[in-house]
């Protein structure tokens, strides 16, 4: 069974500050991984996804998350935060077999103050 | 109409009342899902169909019922619902239901239920 762990309900961050969304996952063999972001009274958008070859993956907005596989992470990294970021972020696991269906995290907040 | 969308956006219904939720995508997808989002939990995957078949139902109460007349659409009928079933409900589309590094899921705006 795979599950999704994300560290944070809430993370706050200044306008041009570092942002770092956390995400660790357990699966018995290496799944793909997603950010989805959703805006308030908005359905789900995928940021990025890792699948195969390089653990760096960037996305929409200026966002990437690494792949880490000694420490089953995809952390999610911007380096300046804008206020249109404020949002909630959810890491997301499938199969690389079976069916695609997706194993959410519960999600994070990220508020962002000017 | 693009991508995926959800109607009603917004319904209020009594315990006793029957209801259905719409999804439709316009991508030519050929896997649609059903996902509940409740506050302070994980997206939970309800219902996956794919081709109009279901392939996947994660132990939902009978009291949500889902239909898949083509590939387009989705609907979920609702009935003798309880007030925990308040929640946002999300549709999804992908190209196809087997795993894959192109299939990706796209959500619709979903359609936020409360249940008096």
């Known amino acids: 069974a795979q599950s999704v762990t994300q560290l944070g309900s809430h993370v706050s961050v200044s306008e041009g500050a570092l942002v770092l969304l956390r995400c660790n996952y357990s699966s018995s063999v290496p799944p793909y991984l997603f950010w989805y972001v959703q805006y308030p009274n908005q359905g789900l958008q995928l940021l990025l996804k890792?699948?195969?070859?390089?653990?760096l993956v960037k996305g929409i907005n200026g966002f990437e998350a690494e792949f880490k596989k000694s420490e089953t992470s995809f952390h999610l990294t911007k380096p300046s935060a804008h206020m249109s970021d404020a949002a909630e972020y959810f890491c997301?696991?499938?199969?690389?077999?079976?069916?695609?269906?997706?194993?959410f995290g519960k999600g994070t907040m990220l508020l962002v103050s000017p | 109409e693009t991508g995926v969308t959800q109607t009603p956006r917004h319904l209020v219904m009594g315990m006793t009342n029957k209801k259905s939720l719409k999804c439709e995508q316009h991508?030519?997808?050929?896997?649609m899902y059903w996902y509940k989002q409740s506050a302070k939990k994980p997206l939970e995957l309800m219902f996956v169909y794919s081709l109009e078949e279901r392939v996947e139902n994660n132990s939902v109460p009978s009291r949500f019922s889902p239909e898949c007349p083509n590939s387009s659409h989705l609907f979920l009928h609702l009935h003798t619902l309880q007030p925990e079933d308040s929640a946002l409900y999300l549709c999804a589309s992908s190209r196809d239901v087997t795993s894959g590094s192109y299939n990706e899921q796209f959500f619709g705006p979903g359609t936020r239920l409360t249940v008096l």
């Open positions: 991508l030519g997808h050929n896997a």
């Open positions: 997301a696991v499938s199969a690389q077999t079976g069916y695609s269906t997706l194993t």
């Open positions: 890792y699948t195969t070859g390089a653990t």
